[in-house]
C-alpha cells in the first residue's frame, strides 16, 4: 500500500527525470509536457551518472523543491555481469549523493520485477523480495539505497514487462512479436506460448508515474495490469493487426512453464479510478505508431 | 431457581449475552459495568450488543437481574465471570490492560470464598499469572457467535474449563452453574483451555481459507462452490456445521486476535507458524473481491459512477463493524458518490461526504450503476432482482454472499457476481 503524502493532487514544482532518452523516460516526459509540468530531462549524454564527479554536477543542477524521477540503468542487454552491477551501483550512489546535498521533495526509482523470484506466480507488493540474478539484486539494492535517503519520501515503482513502440530491448513478448511478424511474417513461440505474463504499455507506466508524482506517494507500488495473457494469445492479437496471415510457430519445450500474475489491488486502492489498456488495444495502438511512423 | 448469585464483571457484548444465558438458565444475576450509561440503559431493557432474542430474554427474565454500575455489588455474589470484551488494535493484537484493571477492582470486591472465572479472550499463560488463588481462580473458553450469541451462551456444545488443578473437585457454586448448561465440562490446565479457544479459532480459519481459496478457482474454471460445500459437509470428516461458505476475509476482531496470538507465540517459541500466515495474506487477498470486481466493471470504466451498498455491519444480526468487509471497500470507494443501507448501523459510520444515507434498500440502489451487497443481512435476500433492476441506473451487482437467486437476478437482466462462482458459468443448456 503505498501512501499518498498530497491527497489531493498537486503539481510537481520541477521533474527531474534522470536517464530521460530511454523508453520509459520518454514517455514519461510526454506525459509530464501534456500536463505543463516543468521538468529537466538528463540522459547519459548530458550527466553520466556513473562517473565520480556525477555527484556534484547532479547536486548543483538539483534544488530541493524538485521530485526526482530515477530512471538511469544499465539494462540487460547491456550486460548481465559483475561490472554492469557496479555501474549501476555507482550511478546510484552518485544520484543519492547528490539528493544528500541537495535534498529533494519527492524520489520515484524505477525498480524492476526481477526483484521478486521468479517462480513465484502471484506477486503484490507484500511478496517478498528474492532476486535471482545481478539485475534483480542491482535492482534491490538500488532500492534499499534510496529509502536510505534521510527525510526524502520515496517511492518504488517496479514494472511489470512494458510494452511499446520505441521499445529497443526486443525482449520476447509484444516488441518482439511485432518485429518478427513485420519482419519476416512469422512468431516463434517457445514451446506452445503457454506461459502467461502482464504487460503493460508504457503510456500506462508514464500516466502511473504521473499520478503518483501528484499525490507525492510513497512506499511500493507494482507498476502492473492485473491481467495476464499467455504469449500465445499476444501473438495472436499482435498478428490480427497486420492484417494478414502471420505464421505463429510452436517449438518444443525446453523449460517448463511458468506465470505470472499481478494482484494490483493496491494500485486501484491507491487510484481507485485507475484504468489500463487492455492488451488488444495496446497492440493495435502500437501497432498504428508503427504505421505512422514508417 | 437457583441459589447461586451470579456475577458478570462488563457489560459488553460478550458479558450481556453470558448473562442473559446465565438468566435464562434461572440464575439470578449481577451486571456490573462502570459505564453508567450502559448500566441504565439495560435497566431499561436496552442492550449495549444487538442479537436475536436477546432484549426478549432479558426482559423475561428482568427480575432476577440487577445491574450495576458499583463494584461493589459484586460483593453478594458466589462467582463472578470477567467477561469484558477485550479491545484489539489494527494488527489483533490484544489491549489486556483494560482486563487487569477490571480484574484487579474485582478481586478488591469479592466476597471471602467466592470464585473467579476469566471468561474473555486472553493469551496463553494469562490466567497462572494473576494473583488469586488457583482454587478460586478459572478461565472458561466463550465460544459466542456475533448474530447467535444467546443461542451459543446458552446451549454450548461443551464447558473447557481452565484450572490451576485440573482433577480437584470444582467449587460447589460453579460446579452447581456449569451443570445447569447440561453439556459436557472439560476441566484441563489453564494454558490448555487457553490455547483451546486458539485452536477452535483455528480450525474455523482453516475451514474459512479453504473455502476461500477454491471458492476463488471456482471463479475461474466455471465451478460453482455452493454446489462443492454441501458435498464436504457430507462428509464425515468436515461436518454439517463446518465454516465452508466463502467470504471476504475474516472479520469480527476474534479470529483475527487469535491468528496474531498464534503468530506471536510462534515466533517467541521459534514453532513453525507459516500456515496461520498464510491464512492471514488469504483473508487480505479476498477482502478485495468486491473492490477489484467493481473496479473492472465500474471504476475504471464510467465517469463519477454511484454504489449502492448494503449492509455495514461485519455480518448479519449485528451491530458490529470490526473489520468489516463493507467499511473496507467504502475507505476506498472515498472519490465516488455512494448510496448506503443497513438495518442497524447507521451511514454516519462513513467518513465519506458523497455518502447518501439511504432509507430502504430501494432507496438504496436508486440510480446506482451498481449495487453491492457487503452484509447478507436476512432481509436483503427478500428483494425482489425485478425492482433492483427497476431502481439501478447500471446492471452490476456484487452479492459475495449470495442472498439473492442468481437465475433471477440474470432473468432480471442483472450482471450478478458472487464469491465461487463465475456468473459465465451458468448454462441451462447441456
Given at each position: 500500500?503505498?501512501?499518498?503524502?498530497?491527497?489531493?493532487?498537486?503539481?510537481?514544482?520541477?521533474?527531474?527525470?534522470?536517464?530521460?532518452?530511454?523508453?520509459?523516460?520518454?514517455?514519461?516526459?510526454?506525459?509530464?509536457?501534456?500536463?505543463?509540468?516543468?521538468?529537466?530531462?538528463?540522459?547519459?549524454?548530458?550527466?553520466?551518472l556513473?562517473?565520480?564527479?556525477?555527484?556534484?554536477?547532479?547536486?548543483?543542477?538539483?534544488?530541493?523543491?524538485?521530485?526526482?524521477?530515477?530512471?538511469?540503468?544499465?539494462?540487460?542487454?547491456?550486460?548481465?555481469?559483475?561490472?554492469?552491477?557496479?555501474k549501476?551501483?555507482?550511478?546510484?550512489?552518485?544520484?543519492?549523493?547528490?539528493?544528500?546535498?541537495?535534498?529533494?521533495?519527492?524520489?520515484?526509482?524505477?525498480?524492476s520485477?526481477?526483484?521478486?523470484?521468479?517462480?513465484?506466480?502471484?506477486?503484490?507488493?507484500?511478496?517478498?523480495?528474492?532476486?535471482?540474478?545481478?539485475?534483480?539484486?542491482?535492482?534491490?539494492t538500488?532500492?534499499?539505497?534510496?529509502?536510505?535517503?534521510?527525510?526524502?519520501p520515496?517511492?518504488?515503482?517496479?514494472?511489470?514487462?512494458?510494452?511499446?513502440?520505441?521499445?529497443?530491448?526486443?525482449?520476447?513478448?509484444?516488441?518482439?512479436?511485432?518485429?518478427?511478424?513485420?519482419?519476416?511474417?512469422?512468431?516463434?513461440?517457445?514451446?506452445?506460448?503457454?506461459?502467461?505474463?502482464?504487460?503493460?504499455?508504457?503510456?500506462?507506466?508514464a500516466?502511473?508515474?504521473?499520478?503518483?508524482?501528484?499525490?507525492?506517494?510513497?512506499?511500493?507500488?507494482?507498476?502492473?495490469?492485473?491481467?495476464?495473457?499467455?504469449?500465445?494469445?499476444?501473438?495472436?492479437?499482435?498478428?490480427?493487426?497486420?492484417?494478414?496471415?502471420?505464421?505463429?510457430?510452436?517449438?518444443?519445450?525446453?523449460?517448463?512453464?511458468?506465470?505470472?500474475?499481478?494482484?494490483?489491488?493496491?494500485?486501484?486502492?491507491?487510484?481507485?479510478?485507475?484504468?489500463?489498456?487492455?492488451?488488444?488495444?495496446?497492440?493495435?495502438?502500437?501497432h498504428?505508431?508503427?504505421?505512422?511512423?514508417? | 431457581?437457583?441459589?447461586?448469585?451470579?456475577?458478570?464483571?462488563?457489560?459488553?457484548?460478550?458479558g450481556?449475552?453470558?448473562?442473559?444465558?446465565?438468566?435464562?438458565?434461572?440464575?439470578?444475576?449481577?451486571?456490573?459495568?462502570?459505564?453508567?450509561?450502559?448500566?441504565?440503559?439495560?435497566?431499561?431493557?436496552?442492550?449495549?450488543?444487538?442479537?436475536?432474542?436477546?432484549?426478549?430474554?432479558l426482559?423475561?427474565?428482568?427480575?432476577?437481574?440487577?445491574?450495576?454500575?458499583?463494584?461493589?455489588?459484586?460483593?453478594?455474589?458466589?462467582?463472578?465471570?470477567?467477561?469484558?470484551?477485550?479491545?484489539?488494535?489494527?494488527?489483533?493484537?490484544?489491549?489486556?490492560?483494560?482486563?487487569?484493571?477490571?480484574?484487579?477492582?474485582?478481586?478488591?470486591?469479592?466476597?471471602?470464598?467466592?470464585?473467579?472465572?476469566?471468561?474473555?479472550?486472553?493469551?496463553?499463560?494469562?490466567?497462572?499469572?494473576?494473583?488469586?488463588?488457583?482454587?478460586?481462580?478459572?478461565?472458561?473458553?466463550?465460544?459466542?457467535?456475533?448474530?447467535?450469541?444467546?443461542?451459543?451462551?446458552?446451549?454450548?456444545?461443551?464447558?473447557?474449563?481452565?484450572?490451576?488443578?485440573?482433577?480437584?473437585?470444582?467449587?460447589?457454586?460453579?460446579?452447581?452453574?456449569?451443570?445447569?448448561?447440561?453439556?459436557?465440562?472439560?476441566?484441563?490446565?489453564?494454558?490448555?483451555?487457553?490455547?483451546?479457544?486458539?485452536?477452535?479459532?483455528?480450525?474455523?480459519?482453516?475451514?474459512?481459507?479453504?473455502?476461500?481459496?477454491?471458492?476463488?478457482?471456482?471463479?475461474?474454471?466455471?465451478a460453482?462452490?455452493?454446489?462443492?460445500a454441501p458435498?464436504?459437509?457430507?462428509?464425515?470428516?468436515?461436518g454439517?456445521?463446518?465454516?465452508?461458505?466463502?467470504?471476504?476475509?475474516?472479520?469480527?476482531?476474534?479470529?483475527?486476535?487469535?491468528?496474531?496470538?498464534?503468530?506471536?507465540?510462534a515466533?517467541?517459541h521459534?514453532?513453525?507458524?507459516?500456515?496461520?500466515?498464510?491464512?492471514?495474506?488469504?483473508?487480505?487477498?479476498?477482502?478485495?473481491?468486491?473492490?477489484?470486481?467493481?473496479?473492472?466493471?465500474?471504476?475504471?470504466?464510467?465517469?463519477?459512477?454511484?454504489?449502492?451498498?448494503l449492509?455495514?455491519?461485519?455480518?448479519?444480526?449485528?451491530?458490529?463493524?470490526?473489520?468489516?468487509?463493507?467499511?473496507?471497500?467504502?475507505?476506498?470507494?472515498?472519490?465516488?458518490?455512494?448510496?448506503?443501507?443497513?438495518?442497524?448501523?447507521?451511514?454516519?459510520?462513513?467518513?465519506?461526504?458523497?455518502c447518501?444515507?439511504?432509507?430502504?434498500?430501494?432507496?438504496?440502489?436508486?440510480?446506482?450503476?451498481?449495487?453491492?451487497?457487503?452484509?447478507?443481512?436476512?432481509?436483503?435476500?427478500?428483494?425482489?432482482?425485478?425492482?433492483?433492476?427497476?431502481?439501478?441506473?447500471?446492471?452490476?451487482?456484487?452479492?459475495?454472499?449470495?442472498?439473492?437467486?442468481?437465475?433471477?437476478?440474470?432473468?432480471?437482466?442483472?450482471?450478478?457476481?458472487?464469491?465461487?462462482?463465475?456468473?459465465?458459468?451458468?448454462?441451462?443448456e447441456?
Amino acid at each position: 500500500m503505498i501512501i499518498h503524502q498530497s491527497p489531493a493532487a498537486q503539481k510537481p514544482e520541477r521533474v527531474v527525470l534522470l536517464g530521460a532518452r530511454g523508453f520509459i523516460g520518454a514517455a514519461i516526459r510526454k506525459e509530464l509536457d501534456a500536463q505543463r509540468i516543468p521538468r529537466l530531462a538528463l540522459s547519459s549524454a548530458d550527466l553520466n551518472l556513473a562517473e565520480a564527479a556525477a555527484a556534484d554536477e547532479l547536486a548543483a543542477a538539483l534544488r530541493a523543491t524538485d521530485a526526482v524521477v530515477m530512471l538511469a540503468a544499465l539494462t540487460p542487454d547491456k550486460g548481465r555481469d559483475i561490472p554492469t552491477l557496479m555501474k549501476n551501483l555507482a550511478m546510484m550512489q552518485n544520484t543519492c549523493a547528490a539528493i544528500a546535498k541537495t535534498g529533494c521533495a519527492h524520489m520515484v526509482y524505477f525498480s524492476s520485477d526481477a526483484v521478486y523470484d521468479g517462480a513465484v506466480s502471484r506477486v503484490s507488493e507484500d511478496t517478498p523480495t528474492s532476486p535471482q540474478d545481478l539485475y534483480g539484486a542491482m535492482h534491490h539494492t538500488r532500492e534499499i539505497m534510496a529509502r536510505s535517503l534521510a527525510g526524502v519520501p520515496v517511492l518504488v515503482l517496479r514494472p511489470t514487462l512494458i510494452y511499446g513502440l520505441d521499445d529497443t530491448h526486443n525482449s520476447y513478448g509484444p516488441n518482439r512479436f511485432r518485429r518478427a511478424a513485420q519482419k519476416g511474417g512469422k512468431i516463434t513461440l517457445f514451446g506452445g506460448g503457454e506461459e502467461t505474463r502482464d504487460h503493460i504499455h508504457v503510456d500506462d507506466v508514464a500516466a502511473l508515474t504521473l499520478r503518483c508524482l501528484l499525490h507525492r506517494s510513497t512506499g511500493t507500488l507494482n507498476a502492473a495490469t492485473g491481467t495476464s495473457h499467455s504469449f500465445h494469445e499476444v501473438a495472436e492479437a499482435v498478428s490480427k493487426q497486420f492484417g494478414k496471415t502471420v505464421e505463429i510457430v510452436k517449438t518444443p519445450r525446453a523449460n517448463p512453464i511458468t506465470h505470472r500474475h499481478y494482484d494490483v489491488a493496491n494500485t486501484i486502492k491507491a487510484f481507485p479510478d485507475i484504468r489500463f489498456i487492455p492488451l488488444e488495444d495496446g497492440v493495435a495502438r502500437v501497432h498504428r505508431e508503427m504505421l505512422e511512423k514508417s | 431457581m437457583s441459589g447461586v448469585l451470579v456475577g458478570f464483571a462488563g457489560m459488553t457484548h460478550l458479558g450481556v449475552n453470558s448473562a442473559a444465558a446465565a438468566l435464562a438458565r434461572g440464575f439470578r444475576v449481577v451486571g456490573y459495568d462502570p459505564d453508567r450509561e450502559v448500566i441504565e440503559a439495560l435497566r431499561r431493557g436496552d442492550p449495549p450488543a444487538v442479537e436475536p432474542g436477546l432484549p426478549d430474554v432479558l426482559r423475561r427474565h428482568a427480575s432476577r437481574a440487577n445491574y450495576t454500575a458499583d463494584i461493589a455489588d459484586l460483593s453478594r455474589c458466589d462467582l463472578v465471570y470477567i467477561a469484558s470484551d477485550v479491545p484489539t488494535d489494527g494488527s489483533g493484537a490484544s489491549d489486556l490492560a483494560g482486563i487487569r484493571r477490571l480484574i484487579e477492582g474485582v478481586s478488591g470486591a469479592l466476597a471471602r470464598g467466592a470464585v473467579v472465572v476469566v471468561l474473555c479472550q486472553v493469551p496463553p499463560g494469562f490466567t497462572r499469572a494473576l494473583a488469586l488463588p488457583g482454587e478460586r481462580l478459572f478461565c472458561q473458553v466463550e465460544t459466542l457467535v456475533f448474530g447467535e450469541a444467546v443461542e451459543r451462551a446458552m446451549h454450548p456444545e461443551r464447558i473447557i474449563l481452565g484450572c490451576a488443578n485440573p482433577s480437584a473437585t470444582l467449587p460447589a457454586a460453579l460446579e452447581e452453574f456449569l451443570s445447569a448448561f447440561a453439556c459436557p465440562i472439560l476441566p484441563m490446565r489453564y494454558e490448555s483451555a487457553e490455547l483451546a479457544k486458539i485452536a477452535i479459532n483455528c480450525c474455523l480459519v482453516s475451514s474459512i481459507s479453504v473455502a476461500n481459496t477454491l471458492a476463488e478457482l471456482c471463479e475461474c474454471l466455471g465451478a460453482a462452490w455452493s454446489e462443492i460445500a454441501p458435498a464436504l459437509k457430507l462428509d464425515r470428516r468436515i461436518g454439517q456445521h463446518a465454516y465452508l461458505a466463502p467470504g471476504l476475509g475474516i472479520a469480527g476482531g476474534n479470529l483475527e486476535r487469535d491468528l496474531a496470538t498464534v503468530c506471536k507465540l510462534a515466533d517467541a517459541h521459534g514453532t513453525d507458524a507459516g500456515v496461520v500466515r498464510a491464512w492471514i495474506a488469504n483473508s487480505r487477498h479476498r477482502r478485495d473481491w468486491a473492490l477489484q470486481t467493481l473496479h473492472g466493471a465500474v471504476l475504471s470504466k464510467l465517469e463519477d459512477p454511484v454504489i449502492a451498498v448494503l449492509g455495514l455491519a461485519y455480518k448479519q444480526n449485528t451491530h458490529s463493524t470490526r473489520n468489516s468487509a463493507s467499511l473496507a471497500l467504502l475507505a476506498h470507494l472515498a472519490p465516488f458518490r455512494v448510496r448506503i443501507f443497513d438495518p442497524v448501523v447507521p451511514a454516519t459510520a462513513i467518513p465519506n461526504p458523497r455518502c447518501h444515507a439511504a432509507s430502504s434498500e430501494l432507496d438504496a440502489c436508486e440510480g446506482a450503476d451498481a449495487l453491492a451487497i457487503m452484509t447478507p443481512w436476512p432481509q436483503f435476500g427478500t428483494l425482489d432482482p425485478v425492482q433492483v433492476a427497476r431502481k439501478l441506473r447500471g446492471k452490476l451487482v456484487l452479492d459475495p454472499y449470495a442472498v439473492l437467486n442468481a437465475v433471477a437476478c440474470r432473468a432480471a437482466g442483472l450482471e450478478y457476481h458472487t464469491l465461487g462462482f463465475n456468473p459465465d458459468g451458468i448454462r441451462t443448456e447441456k
